[in-house]
């Protein structure tokens, strides 16, 4: 019985193509079109991701890394190095930027910074761009480098003002053209303490644009400490937004991975508990005192409150229930009561260091303790204070009236504080009970 062969053409065109391996190609007349088009030139904000092939990240990794051990081997700092990345702007995902590949440049750089101003370097540049241009359908869309900083409580993953200068002129001279341009920053160093790739994408806003939220940060959250925003972002956190970072792979090497994974890989993440990280673990102390602080600050104002006569309520905050109560301070393992019941919390501590303050309720209390601390330093008896407003007319000249808004906004951030480093620890101390009981 003669059987009829079947066209393997037909059949590899009758296949749909599986949604994992679409990355690894595109139709050349729709990228035409989404390129001609360039919606991106009159949205900042268009692109919303990027994704990466393995390789991609695996090269950009290596190279960052040998900057690292290229530096230390000299006995001096980490080098900054820098390179180009090929890739597209994905027709089916179109606010999707898709990188295909990378190449290292021969670049070294300095704190914050790589210049890529030599003239040898430009020839490289010119060289190998008529060269991917023969034997690539892609385009170089974006450029790579590291910061090599120590590991901190923060990724080392932003934009300096030069990174800010180099980008825009990137984008001003290829996104027109169809060809919208991508800036990458890689933390190697935070990368080996995780073992995992820390990097981040961005784009640049145009000069004329201004976010119309007040404070908002490249990861579109909104932070209203100004330091806190320098700390994380530079000094250019207004100018740059950040895009989020994808990797993608075939079918099959993501059946392989998922095998590594659950027959090894697991291990890792019952193995690693933030709160026992190095930079955590230093920057707890510090995190805790700055609670403190702002603790013991707003303890003042609510004992002024209650000073000046119940203005603020009676609890001194206006009938707000006090937020610092023991709860907290027992999660962190610094609150509680004693053994005669007063507050051993943050706030009770910090106002139990400085003098006593006089009792909620009195209406004159602020007022006369005012005025004795005032006698006392002039060698004269306390001066009589009769009538209201000579006691409210004191008041006000012993510390300066803070509005109710200030107030609500300073006990906001407070808790907020206080909330982050209950939860932290109370994290913490969930996942090692969990690996006590897993491993023992």
């Known amino acids: 019985m003669e059987v009829e062969p079947v066209s393997t053409s037909?059949?590899?065109?009758?296949?749909?193509?599986?949604?994992?391996?679409?990355?690894?190609t595109f139709d050349e007349a729709r990228l035409a079109a989404l390129c001609s088009s360039a919606p991106w030139q009159s949205d900042p904000k268009y692109f919303q991701s990027a994704t990466f092939s393995p390789s991609a990240v695996m090269k950009m990794l290596m190279h960052c890394h040998s900057?690292?051990?290229?530096?230390?081997?000299?006995?001096?700092?980490?080098?900054?190095?820098?390179?180009?990345?090929?890739?597209?702007?994905?027709?089916?995902?179109?606010?999707?930027?898709?990188?295909?590949?990378?190449?290292?440049?021969?670049?070294?750089?300095?704190?914050?910074?790589?210049?890529?101003?030599?003239?040898?370097?430009?020839?490289?540049?010119?060289?190998?761009?008529?060269?991917?241009?023969?034997?690539?359908?892609e385009k170089f869309m974006g450029w790579y480098h590291s910061h090599p900083f120590d590991v901190g409580i923060?990724?080392?993953?932003?934009?300096?003002?030069?990174?800010?200068?180099?980008?825009?002129?990137?984008?001003?001279?290829?996104?027109?053209?169809?060809?919208?341009?991508?800036?990458?920053?890689?933390?190697?160093?935070?990368?080996?303490?995780?073992?995992?790739?820390?990097?981040?994408?961005?784009?640049?806003?145009?000069?004329?644009?201004?976010?119309?939220?007040?404070?908002e940060c490249p990861d579109g959250s909104v932070i209203a400490n100004e330091q806190a925003r320098l700390e994380r972002w530079g000094s250019c956190w207004s100018r740059y937004y950040e895009l989020g970072v994808e990797t993608y792979m075939s079918g099959s090497a993501r059946n392989v991975m998922g095998i590594l994974t659950n027959n090894f890989l697991w291990m890792r993440t019952l193995g690693s508990t933030p709160m026992l990280e190095t930079e955590n673990r230093d920057r707890f102390?510090?995190?805790?005192?700055?609670?403190?602080?702002?603790?013991?600050?707003?303890?003042?104002?609510?004992?002024?409150?209650?000073?000046?006569?119940?203005?603020m309520g009676g609890s001194g905050w206006g009938g707000i229930a006090d937020p610092f109560g023991d709860a907290f301070g027992q999660s962190l393992g610094i609150g509680g009561r004693d053994s005669a019941g007063r507050s051993r919390g943050l706030g009770a501590q910090a106002a139990r260091g400085?003098?006593?303050?006089?009792?909620?309720?009195?209406?004159?209390?602020?007022?006369?303790?005012?005025?004795?601390?005032?006698?006392?330093?002039?060698?004269?008896?306390?001066?009589?204070?009769?009538?209201?407003?000579?006691?409210?007319?004191?008041?006000?000249?012993?510390?300066?009236?803070?509005?109710?808004a200030d107030d609500?906004?300073?006990?906001?951030?407070?808790?907020?504080?206080?909330?982050?480093?209950?939860?932290?620890?109370?994290?913490?101390?969930?996942?090692q009970v969990i690996k006590k009981g897993l491993f023992q």
């Open 154 to 215: 923060n990724s080392h993953c932003f934009l300096s003002q030069t990174d800010l200068t180099t980008q825009l002129q990137w984008q001003r001279a290829e996104d027109p053209h169809g060809n919208p341009f991508l800036a990458v920053v890689i933390d190697p160093l935070r990368s080996l303490a995780k073992n995992v790739p820390e990097m981040k994408a961005f784009r640049a806003y145009p000069p004329e644009y201004n976010s119309p939220v007040t404070n």
């Open 354 to 404: 400085m003098a006593a303050p006089p009792a909620a309720g009195s209406a004159g209390g602020a007022a006369a303790s005012s005025g004795a601390g005032a006698s006392s330093s002039e060698g004269g008896n306390p001066p009589s204070l009769v009538g209201g407003e000579q006691s409210a007319a004191a008041t006000s000249s012993s510390a300066p009236a803070t509005s109710a």
């Open 67 to 137: 900057g690292v051990e290229k530096g230390l081997k000299k006995g001096g700092n980490p080098i900054e190095v820098m390179g180009l990345m090929l890739g597209r702007p994905d027709p089916d995902t179109p606010k999707t930027l898709v990188v295909t590949d990378v190449f290292p440049l021969p670049i070294e750089g300095f704190e914050t910074r790589v210049i890529a101003d030599d003239q040898d370097v430009v020839n490289y540049m010119i060289e190998l761009g008529e060269s991917l241009e023969r034997t690539r359908k």
């Open 285 to 311: 102390p510090d995190r805790v005192a700055s609670a403190a602080e702002k603790v013991r600050d707003l303890d003042l104002v609510k004992h002024r409150g209650a000073g000046r006569g119940g203005g």
């Open 10 to 24: 037909s059949a590899a065109v009758a296949a749909p193509l599986d949604k994992s391996d679409a990355r690894y």
């Open 408 to 431: 609500e906004g300073e006990l906001g951030k407070a808790s907020q504080a206080v909330v982050e480093l209950a939860t932290e620890k109370l994290h913490g101390n969930i996942g």
